[in-house]
């Protein structure tokens, strides 16, 4: 016992000088003023203004995703792999140029389609669709900031100015929405999305100022090879992700029932700041390890095992403490979200089983894999996902979430399983 208990030290002292925990508990904080927005919104909201914020911001997310045009898978590949500091500033002023093109095209394109009534049948949404657009372009470039620092192996730093610039916003965010509601927490999200990449800017001013005259052509050329795929399978990925919530949000007619399920949605991607910190962590480090296969599937398994009883732990936790947190806070405003949430949480536990799975495509730079497995997802659950929630509402939505994840976690397997095979 004594040996293992060392070598859990060991390790658990390696991540803290690496900077996991700074990078987990920087995240953490981050998501729980997000999260917290989203409960006040629910304390002093009905239920159906909470389907109509979730529902803006699960837009506005997937246009996030796609404004970064793939740059920032690109980043997380070559930057590890390239020590040189002119290399390394001239892939982050290059990436930001790219970014900056996708993301003010993206934002065009959806105020165009709120426009055209394609988001939104409810006029008097618009205009928090319209206001929310506003934080597409500097939520993207924050997102590329942040994955640079990463790639560069500062997770402290980054870690750090994150937290302070989160603990900075809470008091607006949280402020604004106890006072103007939806309008307030839309403004300030605008304001403190604004502050975030103004602050990474100014302290990343030296690495945008590289004195290198060199065209670097063929990385030129391999980093936009690298964004064009990750974007068009981010394309897929955004609608296999989000398939479920978007058939609900075209099916389920009843704002109230909708909006018990926008509840317990919330509730379940509040966990998932886990595993966003995890694969943070992981796709530069695994990306260091790409050219010897052996170290890099064994490394990679030893993860794989852990954080899957990780995830067990959580979900029991979740299961038990969860619905009494809920029924303390909320009265019985959501008893009729609980029975979706159990559901949900199921799924997210199965989730859990091939969240780091993804990892092993990003950092071998198969992202080829990731486009055929989203696509297979969704040709194959899509379908069920309709039937169930067309046919039972919300609770059909609920278990359309933990059927996507048990395709999910057969079609990933069998991708990776095909990618060991052709490399080991």
């Known amino acids: 016992m004594k040996p293992a208990l ?9 991540l803290w000088a690496r900077g996991f925990f700074h990078l987990a508990v920087s995240n953490y904080s981050v998501q729980f003023i997000v999260f917290a927005s989203h409960l006040l919104i629910a304390k002093i909201m009905s239920p159906d203004d909470v389907g109509v914020i979730k529902s803006i911001e699960t837009l506005t997310g997937i246009a996030v995703v796609l404004g970064g045009g793939g740059a920032i898978f690109a980043i997380l590949k070559l930057i590890p792999e390239n020590a040189d500091k002119k290399i ?8 930001i140029r790219y970014t900056l093109v996708y993301s003010v095209g993206i934002s065009l394109l959806f105020c165009l389609l709120v426009y055209l009534g394609w988001l939104s049948d409810n006029p008097k949404h618009d205009r928090w669709f319209y206001l929310y657009a506003c934080v597409i372009i ?4 924050t997102q590329l900031l942040i994955r640079y620092y990463q790639a560069i192996d500062f997770f402290k730093r980054i870690s750090t100015v994150i937290l302070y610039l989160k603990m900075a916003s809470a008091v607006i965010v949280l402020g604004f929405t106890y006072y103007f509601f939806i309008n307030g927490y839309i403004i300030s999200t605008i304001l403190t999305s604004g502050l975030s990449v103004l602050i990474l800017l100014i302290d990343l001013r030296r690495d945008l100022t590289s004195t290198s005259k060199e065209a670097f052509t063929s990385l030129k050329k391999q980093f936009n090879s690298l964004s064009n795929t990750a974007f068009t399978s981010q394309i897929v990925d955004q609608l296999k992700l989000n398939s479920g919530f978007l058939i609900a949000y075209i099916l389920i007619a009843d704002q109230f029932e909708f909006g018990l399920y926008a509840f317990a949605l919330i509730l379940v991607q509040g966990m998932n700041v886990l595993v966003s910190s995890v694969q943070q962590f992981l796709i530069p480090k695994m990306s260091e390890t790409s050219q010897n296969l052996k170290v890099f599937f064994t490394r990679y398994a030893v993860f794989e095992k852990k954080f899957n009883w990780i995830s067990i732990g959580l979900f029991a936790m979740a299961q038990l403490f969860i619905p009494v947190l809920v029924a303390v806070v909320y009265g019985d405003k959501f008893d009729e979200a609980i029975v979706l949430l159990r559901i949900m949480l199921i799924g997210w536990l199965i989730q859990g089983f091939f969240s780091l799975k993804g990892i092993i495509f990003l950092s071998l730079g198969k992202m080829r894999y990731i486009l055929y497995a989203s696509s297979l997802i969704l040709l194959i659950s899509a379908p069920a996902m309709y039937y169930l929630t067309w046919e039972y509402g919300a609770a059909g939505a609920a278990w359309s979430y933990v059927l996507q994840n048990v395709v999910s976690l057969g079609c990933l397997t069998f991708f990776e399983k095909k990618l060991v095979k052709k490399f080991v």
Request: hydrophobic share 35%; charged share 20%; proline share 5%.
């Open 88 to 95: 390394r500033r001239f892939l982050l002023s290059h990436s």
């Open 138 to 141: 500097p939520t993207v470039l």
């Open 6 to 14: 060392e070598n859990l030290f060991t390790q658990t002292k390696g």
